[in-house]
């Protein structure tokens, strides 16, 4: 099959591999119909991901059609169209019970790898990092599901596939980042990032009661978007984001602030910018964290800081003094999909979310490598990438 991998720092090919095939009785193999490029797939591209491998699979985010069925999957049958979460969950252990379903204790086949890089294990997430139990991805013609009788979503008669792809990832990614921020109808959010994460954290936030809602971006395509669908926005680079969050709030600063950058954040200020690149160069920081700093100095005391941004490893020169006399709530993790699916599902149906119009760039997987480069470097306003077989 054809199947995008990859081969080092900005090095993605589309290659012939072998098929994947049954290995355990919960399984099912699907024919991937839709996939997309997510923003966290741009951190091993860039080479900042940890435990990579060549000649991976990857991608986390697709749906397909079932075409194989494992002989302990009762949930699923020959046909069935399916939205794939991007955290691979065994419904079981105490963390899935809870609905902590992005630490699953279970799913991780590389849990020991995993629990000396963060002290626990975390869940097994599709194509990503061997420290994410090296599981192949989805931009590829077929896909092994494991778990299958937990965690896909099945595609309701007459959804298309634009419509629900972005429910196994940014959907209620953007969601939970909202969620975490408690809204109240007097609150002001801020939003870093108008990437689509950002974009649903945007439209989650409106849902949830927010008073007035600014995201924070530089890309005038995006941030266009961002405006159409309700947001006051910030070119952070032809204005001060700090000065103009306090004009919007009376100086009190924003009452939620939501990270859905993540490692590599691009600073407005140079030096700062250049202090960043010099530590990772040599290897005494993994991760741009001006994001961070930027929410801790602003947001306002006895605020939240809600972070679906993907982090790595360390980061360097974060102001915790402030973050602790301000008290600040910090919230943050990989996304709880399974905790928020059905219910995503139905206000989609509903036409609560807008899941197609910021869609900038389509493809095939022969496309995938050259489209990596072209959703890194935003050309042409690259917002969001969606790929076919």
């Excluded at 991976?56 to 749906?63: A, L, R, T």
């Excluded at 409106?206 to 405006?227: F, H, N, S």
């Excluded at 982090?311 to 006399?325: Q, R, S």
């Excluded at 149906?349 to 899941?355: A, K, L, M, N, R």
Aim: aromatic letters at 8%; a negative charge; proline letters at 5%.
């Amino acid at each position: 099959m054809k199947a995008i991998t990859w081969h080092g720092k900005h090095d993605m090919r589309c290659e012939s591999v072998p098929d994947p095939t049954i290995e355990d009785g919960r399984d099912v193999i699907i024919k991937m119909t839709a996939c997309a490029i997510c923003g966290s797939d741009l951190h091993f591209y860039d080479g900042f991901m940890p435990g990579m491998e060549s000649g991976d699979i990857v991608g986390h985010e697709f749906m397909g059609e079932v075409m194989e069925v494992g002989r302990d999957t009762k949930k699923l049958k020959v046909g069935d169209r399916i939205v794939v979460p991007f955290t691979i969950v065994c419904g079981e252990c105490d963390q899935c019970k809870r609905g902590n379903f992005s630490v699953c204790e279970r799913s991780n086949r590389n849990a020991d790898l995993a629990a000396k890089m963060f002290g626990h294990t975390t869940a097994g997430l599709y194509g990503y990092s061997h420290l994410t139990g090296g599981y192949s991805g989805g931009q590829a013609e077929f896909v092994r599901v494991p778990y299958a009788d937990v965690g896909p979503v099945k595609v309701p008669n007459g959804m298309t596939d634009e419509e629900v792809l972005f429910l196994g990832d940014i959907l209620p990614t953007g969601w939970q980042g909202a969620k975490n921020c408690d809204i109240k109808p007097t609150d002001t959010v801020a939003i870093w990032g108008a990437g689509p994460v950002g974009l649903f954290a945007l439209q989650s936030a409106i849902i949830q009661g927010a008073k007035q809602v600014v995201v924070i971006d530089e890309v005038p395509e995006r941030l266009a978007i961002a405006q159409r669908m309700g947001a006051i926005t910030i070119d952070f680079q032809n204005e001060s984001t700090v000065e103009r969050l306090n004009e919007l709030t009376d100086n009190k600063g924003p009452d939620a602030c939501i990270d859905c950058v993540g490692m590599e954040a691009h600073s407005g200020y140079g030096v700062e910018h250049l202090y960043d690149r010099a530590k990772q160069a040599v290897m005494a920081e993994t991760d741009r964290p001006h994001v961070l700093r930027e929410m801790i100095y602003v947001c306002r005391p006895g605020g939240t800081i809600s972070v679906p941004g993907v982090y790595g490893g360390l980061v360097d020169k974060i102001p915790f003094g402030a973050a602790m006399n301000k008290s600040l709530s910090f919230k943050m993790g990989q996304t709880h999909v399974n905790k928020w699916a059905d219910d995503l599902l139905v206000r989609i149906q509903e036409g609560q979310f807008d899941t197609t119009s910021f869609i900038s760039h389509r493809g095939t997987l022969e496309d995938g490598p050259d489209l990596y480069k072209t959703f890194r470097d935003k050309k042409d306003g690259c917002t969001k990438v969606v790929l076919t077989p």
